[in-house]
């Protein structure tokens, strides 16, 4: 097994986005996401506040995480503390059954993988979360989504879709221009939209004080393939930024974990918006959900009949490829980063740090 850190093969790595058109078409139509299990990845199992000295449990591909706290330290177990076992059953955790665990951004990470590749340089940027932790919990939340993973992720990165399926939160379609522009390494992926005299995000009139008709918007999604985390960050003008992380931990093959942030600190406490829009999230969540819990089922095993994608389904496309081609990498027995996911992503996402 490669080391994380070893790079000595990075310069074998084939973009398999850009090496040939005819085998990205053909993985893009052999899309099996319930098939695709990533290790070596911290997952944010839970907010920080939700890990006290009383254990609680999460999973990662149905590998048991037990979360507790030793005095102000965070614990990472595969086994409650109360059973009485002394050796690890799994090559998740060292001798004692215990994972390497991180805690940043106000979330308990676990790392799920060889614990010998746990390294603090591979959890991902999130440049507007205080790495502290401490936003307070109406900020905070949880759903779950009926559904794999890897298919919210590839449904949430086509930003054309809230246009039509949360169009009485964040607006509809129509605008006068709009710009689509996908950023990709082996590690990430990036979509940003740009829309011009954009309709006002109905939430925005209702609960942020807006009066305009039209608004200039700047929308990002930024997924980590092996966290199958994003985040979103939105600029709107006139009206307020909004700041999301949305990680999408796979409890199950088949059953997805949304412990989600949204940092409204950015906006006046006199302001409904402060409060109203992180709780948005539990309406918008069921929406996707109205869409994806019934598609996820038809992605269980290949299809001869073709999928159908429009020009705005670039993001998705790519999705699909570098994950396949991250999950090929590692079946290989090569886990290493080719790319640094903790590095600032302030400048791509457009986020300016006050």
Same mark, same amino acid.
């Not at 009485?84 to 090559?91: F, G, I, L, R, W």
């Not at 591979?122 to 919990?137: A, F, R, T």
């Not at 949430?156 to 879709?161: A, G, R, S, V």
């Not at 009206?239 to 199950?252: A, I, K, R, S």
């Given at each position: ?18 090496s ?41 591909y ?21 059973e ?8 998740y ?16 990470w ?11 340089e ?16 109406h ?28 169009a ?23 979509? /940003? ?5 954009? !309709?006002? %995000?109905? $939430? ?6 807006v009066? &305009?008709? =039209? @608004?200039?918007?700047?929308q /990002? ?5 092996? !966290?199958? %985390?994003? $985040? ?6 006139p009206? &307020?930024? =909004? @700041? ?9 093959r ?29 309406k ?71």
């Open positions: 097994m490669l080391d994380v850190n070893d790079t000595a093969q990075a310069d074998d790595y084939v973009d398999p986005v850009t040939d058109p005819r085998t990205f078409a053909a993985k893009v139509n052999s899309w099996v996401p319930h098939d695709i299990v990533l290790k070596d990845a911290w997952f944010p199992l839970a907010h920080s506040i939700a890990v006290t000295k009383k254990p609680v449990r999460r999973a990662v149905s590998q048991p995480f037990f979360l507790w706290r030793e005095g102000e330290k965070a614990v990472a177990a595969e086994f409650h503390p109360a009485d076992v002394k050796t690890a059953k799994s090559e955790s060292d001798a004692a059954g215990r994972y390497p665990v991180i805690e940043k951004y106000g979330y308990v676990g790392w799920f993988g060889n614990p010998a590749n746990a390294s603090p591979h959890i991902p940027s999130l440049p507007y979360l205080p790495e502290d932790g401490g936003l307070p919990k900020m905070l939340g949880t759903v779950r989504f009926d559904c794999t993973a890897p298919l919210s992720l590839e449904n949430l990165i086509d930003l054309t879709h809230a246009d039509f399926l949360h009485d939160v964040v607006g509809d379609e129509k605008m006068d221009k709009e710009t689509v522009e996908v950023f990709h390494d082996s590690e990430t992926i990036t979509m /940003v939209r740009t829309c011009k005299n954009k !309709s006002v %995000a109905p $939430i925005m009139k209702m609960f942020g004080g009066k &305009d008709d =039209v @608004q200039q918007v700047r /990002v999604i930024r997924i980590y393939l092996r !966290s199958h %985390a994003a $985040i979103a960050y939105g600029r709107f003008d009206g &307020d930024n =909004v @700041q999301l992380f949305h990680p999408c931990v796979p409890e199950t088949d059953r997805t974990r949304l412990d989600y942030a949204m940092n409204t600190s950015n906006v006046k406490k006199t302001n409904p918006f402060r409060y109203m829009m992180p709780k948005a999230s539990y918008v969540s069921r929406q996707d959900s109205s869409m994806t819990s019934p598609q996820s089922p038809r992605y269980m095993q290949p299809e001869k009949r073709k999928d159908l994608h429009s020009p705005l389904d670039e993001a998705g496309q790519k999705y699909r490829v570098l994950m396949m081609a991250l999950a090929e990498r590692q079946a290989k027995g090569d886990f290493a980063y080719r790319d640094n996911v903790s590095a600032d992503c302030s400048e791509i996402i457009g986020y300016q740090k006050p």
